[in-house]
């Protein structure tokens, strides 16, 4: 037998878990950006060989794309970014984290609410990768394995998209404009 609860974080609550991540954030700046990377990665291991939560599981998922997203070539990822999101993997290699990990059901609470802080505050980068990700897909597909895809290409086909779309959608006022006139 399951059980479903659900709680509602006040913003007191969720400034207690950023203050904590913070925290964290400041003990992590005794390892390097590889360091931080390689550990929380070892974590996501750990967290996908114990029997997650689905609550946990999903949000893994997009913790596990912003570490691939740091660690793109291609992508080129804006330092200012990079050091937010190396910030926020802080706290996964902090082994003082709130809820012991080994609790059953309850040990990776903390973490998954981590991780939804972070996807909150990194939601629009990880769309973008994730938009990335396709396009980059599809034009190795369409090109080879020798298309050269990284962000500067992909901005530009999105540059390309979007002036064509601009360009339809004045042809289709300039239409309608020049048929309500007839009638």
Known sequence: MSISISFELTDSDLEHFRSAL???????????????????????????????????????????????????????????????VLTSLAYFVDPQDMVPDNIPGLGYLDDAIMIELVIRD?????????????????????????????????????RSQLRATLRKNRQSRMRKSVFSRIM
């Open 22 to 84: 913070e925290t964290a954030s400041e003990r992590a700046h005794q390892y390097s950006d590889q360091e931080i990377l390689k550990k929380a990665g070892e974590t996501c291991r750990q967290m996908e060989g114990a029997e997650l939560p689905a609550f946990v599981s999903d949000r893994l998922k997009s913790l596990e794309m912003l570490m691939a997203a740091v660690q793109d070539e291609e992508w080129q990822m804006p330092e200012d970014e990079r050091k937010s």
């Open 122 to 158: 990194l939601s629009q980068d990880l769309s973008a990768y994730s938009e990335f990700c396709s396009y980059r897909e599809t034009e190795e597909k369409r090109r080879g394995d020798a298309a050269k895809v990284d962000r500067e290409s992909w901005l530009d086909g999105k």
